[in-house]
């Protein structure tokens, strides 16, 4: 089925720093959602977009809704170690169903 | 954020044996709920959407008969799993769809997923 492209796949980075992963589509989404996901656990949302060019922030996480609806980018700073999980877009567009992207895992060495 | 449970959280069976899932969304009300799949390190695969007090609708090559949906209440959708089989065992997650309050509050349209399923088959 169709699933969004999200990349990157996986990230390694150093406690600390900046993180930021993206996610495009050949098609427009009318919402775009944020999600994190820990081992053995269901997704958490972090961030949900509405309008295209909204950017919002929760905490130390920051997300854009493109302008032209078709992507997104979600932002961490500061990492800190609780970070460490799978990060999931996703897309709603008329249907009711949410279209996935693969998914980002990132690991944080201390 | 809304809250959506799952139980139970883990389930280990029988081959032949049938195992039910519920799905609950405590603090919103929900006419449409999702039940997916997860394999390990992939995605989400959704499996059906379950309307409130219609027949699911399933995706394809997902087996209605195998996986029968019941979708009673606003808060309540359970997933049974018909004569499992050893290949039937993975993590399966619920969700339901919060669309607020008609008129009040900000606009909302999210999915809230459960803390999942792990069902293992022997």
């Known amino acids: 089925g169709q699933q969004l492209n999200q990349s990157p796949q996986s990230m390694f980075i150093q406690e600390g720093e900046d993180v930021s992963m993206n996610c495009t589509s050949s098609?427009?989404?009318?919402?775009w959602l944020w999600y994190k996901q820990d081992p053995g656990e269901g997704p958490v949302l972090l961030i949900a977009?509405?309008?295209?060019?909204e950017l919002t922030s929760n905490g130390r996480l920051t997300a854009q809704f493109g302008i032209t609806r078709k992507d997104s980018f979600l932002n961490i700073s500061a990492s800190i170690p609780s970070d460490v999980g799978i990060y999931f877009c996703?897309?709603?567009?008329?249907?009711?169903?949410?279209?996935f992207g693969q998914g980002t895992r990132l690991t944080i060495n201390p | 954020g809304a809250v959506v449970s799952q139980h139970p959280s883990r389930v280990i069976c029988k081959s032949g044996t049938s195992v039910k899932i519920e799905c609950r969304s405590l603090d919103f009300q929900a006419t449409t709920m999702f039940w997916y799949r997860q394999f390990p390190k992939k995605s989400l695969m959704l499996m059906a959407t379950?309307?409130?007090?219609?027949?699911?609708?399933?995706e394809q090559g997902v087996e209605k008969d195998k996986f029968l949906i019941n979708h009673a209440s606003l808060t309540l959708s359970t997933l049974t799993v018909t004569s499992a089989h050893p290949e039937d065992s993975s993590f399966y997650i619920c969700?339901?769809?919060?669309?607020?309050?008609?008129?009040?509050?900000?606009?909302?349209?999210?999915?809230?997923f459960g803390p999942g399923t792990r069902l293992t088959v022997l």
């Open positions: 379950s309307n409130e007090g219609s027949k699911a609708t399933y």
């Open positions: 977009l509405y309008k295209a060019g």
């Open positions: 996703a897309g709603l567009q008329g249907a009711q169903k949410l279209v």
């Open positions: 969700s339901a769809r919060d669309q607020g309050l008609a008129g009040v509050g900000p606009f909302t349209d999210t999915q809230y």
């Open positions: 098609s427009i989404f009318n919402t």
